[in-house]
């Protein structure tokens, strides 16, 4: 009786059963369902957008340039995984193939319009064009400047590289290559260590287990009666190790190749005549970032603050190149040696023209004084 009871307190009546599946059959085909496969991977999407929309604007594009940005669009979007994203592009590629379509069959306005359409991706194509070469170019001057060059030194042999020329700037994978076999070492080295602890360890227990058995005269089971199979992996290790070892000495004991020697000698020789070049130059006048880094010094702090300020005019004189005229004088003044002390006497002339260069001297004072003469008389 009581179960009677109990069960039709607990059911749902036939009406609310029905309700209920009635409601579960209007909402389930609401429900989403998430495909096991990407849109874009379905045919349903790759046909009708390549097949369709794609070779549709290719074929009804009214110019080159059109059809190059379509296909630079669809390669932008290939990516795509988001389907608001593709849909909204779809929609957009249809919208234009339907442009070209009626601009095909004659209509003016969207004539004129892909025309000049055509003409500004033209424009801008040119200009990005520039732009990569641009570009392409300053990079190769970047490349250049900071392009690595011998200079004249020698790179010692170490632990960690062989015998290598100088260069300027130092390239990178070789400053990597060293600071990586330096780190790998010490990791080896401290990893040897932790080995020979661990086989010390190991022969430790297996004497104090050899020496309890023979105190206690036991005869059972040893938990370390192949020892040697257990230090076999630490042992491999330490092998591994020691040829590492082998190959850092061999870097070590390298020497430099004739080759590499002489390619070292001829960048000296190179630039001592770099050097040559640019002394010329600086002769002839010309201003070089050397010229200006000498411009730029001064003695040191402790002796320029000693200086007074025509000790100061005279040593920033004296770092100019010339030899003749005020600089010419200071240098004397402060004991440099010249390179030709005697350059200064061409600022009067040679000496057979000193008897024309007086006459014209002369000329040229009593011009100067007549016209004084008359510019005294109009005032």
Excluded at 161 to 175: D, E, M, V, Y
Excluded at 213 to 227: E, N, R
Excluded at 275 to 291: A, D, K, V, W, Y
Aim: some cysteine; glycine content about 4%; aromatic content about 6%.
């Amino acid at each position: 009786m009581l179960e009677t009871q109990l069960s039709r307190v607990l059911m749902p009546a036939p009406e609310s059963l029905a309700h209920r599946a009635r409601m579960a059959g209007l909402i389930s085909p609401l429900k989403r369902v998430r495909p096991r496969v990407p849109f874009y991977d379905l045919a349903a999407h790759r046909i009708p957008t390549l097949w369709t929309l794609y070779r549709g604007l290719l074929r009804e594009a009214p110019g080159t340039n059109i059809r190059f940005r379509v296909r630079m669009l669809f390669q932008q979007n290939r990516h795509s995984t988001s389907p608001a994203t593709t849909r909204q592009e779809l929609i957009k590629g249809h919208k234009w193939l339907d442009i070209f379509v009626k601009a095909r069959e004659g209509n003016k306005k969207l004539r004129a319009i892909l025309l000049r359409y055509d003409r500004m991706v033209a424009a801008k194509r040119e200009k990005e064009t520039w732009k990569h070469i641009f570009r392409k170019e300053m990079a190769w001057q970047e490349r250049m400047r900071t392009r690595p060059i011998l200079t004249g030194g020698y790179l010692r042999p170490s632990l960690f590289n062989r015998a290598l020329p100088r260069l300027k700037p130092q390239p990178a994978h070789i400053s990597m290559m060293i600071y990586k076999r330096r780190l790998g070492r010490e990791r080896r080295s401290r990893r040897v260590t932790r080995i020979s602890e661990w086989r010390k360890d190991l022969r430790g227990e297996a004497g104090f287990e050899s020496a309890l058995s023979k105190v206690t005269q036991w005869d059972g089971m040893c938990v370390y009666p192949h020892l040697e199979e257990w230090m076999e992996p630490f042992t491999q290790q330490v092998r591994g190790y020691v040829e590492t070892l082998k190959q850092d000495k061999k870097r070590l004991f390298s020497s430099f190749s004739p080759e590499m020697l002489e390619a070292i000698k001829q960048a000296r020789r190179d630039k001592i005549l770099n050097q040559t070049r640019q002394l010329e130059r600086e002769r002839r006048g010309e201003i070089l970032p050397r010229t200006i880094r000498r411009r730029n010094k001064a003695p040191p702090a402790h002796i320029l603050a000693k200086m007074t300020e025509k000790q100061k005019k005279m040593d920033k004189l004296a770092r100019h190149v010339s030899e003749v005229g005020y600089v010419g004088m200071a240098k004397r003044k402060l004991g440099h040696k010249l390179r030709n002390p005697e350059a200064w006497t061409c600022e009067v002339g040679r000496p057979e023209d000193k008897e024309r260069l007086d006459r014209m001297a002369e000329a040229i004072r009593l011009e100067n004084e007549r016209r004084r003469q008359s510019a005294g008389e109009i005032d």
